[in-house]
């Protein structure tokens, strides 16, 4: 079975320009999450799916972040324009449903100049 | 959500056990306690849950004692490519599957 796939894997951009992350979760994963992992510290949940609604968006920076999945498969997560503070690594996880595993990608690797 | 409290880094050798305690005083009724591996590069891996007692996979043990205000991973003859951070995590279902992600245990294995 195929794991969550992320792209790009690596990233450098200046800050103010902006960036976008695309994530292919599990086959028949309804559920989709973005979290964001500054260097050092645990994963943070930006954002989660149910198909193509947002369940949850709390500690979404929604001046300059922004998420889509709108056929309930392929998500992509937005930075525009970006900061130096956005520099982390952004992670996609799939799940069949809320209260199921949640599966990871291997990250986008953010560095803002 | 329940907070929850983790040495912040162990080490070990090669083939001993591993015990690595999460503290979770404010646990609730409901909730599960999860741990996630995560080695450099890579996105966190599910590795276990449990409400109480004790459950056992393939890969480790997890201990809950009655009060569940903690919890015991234990990783059984560890090797080098054990080395990782380890997650504790405690959630229920209400939460909507939302996880709560703290600082981790970043252990170390040394042959």
């Known amino acids: 079975e195929a794991g969550v796939a992320q792209s790009p894997r690596y990233k450098i951009i200046e800050k103010r320009q902006s960036v976008a992350f695309w994530c292919n979760p599990i086959s028949g994963h309804a559920t989709l999450y973005w979290y964001q992992q500054i260097l050092g510290q645990g994963p943070k949940l930006l954002i989660q799916?149910?198909?193509?609604?947002?369940?949850?968006d709390s500690q979404l920076p929604k001046d300059r972040f922004s998420a889509e999945r709108l056929k309930g498969v392929d998500s992509t997560l937005k930075i525009q324009p970006a900061k130096l503070e956005d520099s982390a690594v952004y992670l996609c996880a799939s799940s069949l449903g809320v209260k199921e595993t949640q599966y990871f990608g291997p990250g986008t690797r953010l560095l803002v100049l | 959500l329940a907070k929850t409290t983790q040495p912040i880094s162990m080490d070990s050798y090669e083939g001993q056990e591993v015990n690595i305690t999460c503290s979770h005083n404010n646990i609730a009724t409901n909730d599960y306690i999860t741990w996630y591996q995560q080695f450099p590069s890579q996105g966190p891996r599910f590795i276990i849950q449990g409400y109480k007692t004790k459950v056992t996979n393939e890969v480790a043990s997890l201990f809950i004692p009655a009060d569940r205000k903690s919890s015991t991973l234990s990783l059984p003859r560890v090797s080098l490519s054990d080395t990782a951070v380890y997650y504790c995590?405690?959630?229920?279902?209400?939460?909507?599957?939302?996880?709560?992600f703290g600082q981790g245990t970043e252990l170390s294995v040394k042959p």
């Open positions: 995590l405690v959630g229920g279902a209400n939460q909507g599957g939302k996880l709560i």
């Open positions: 799916f149910q198909n193509n609604g947002v369940v949850d």
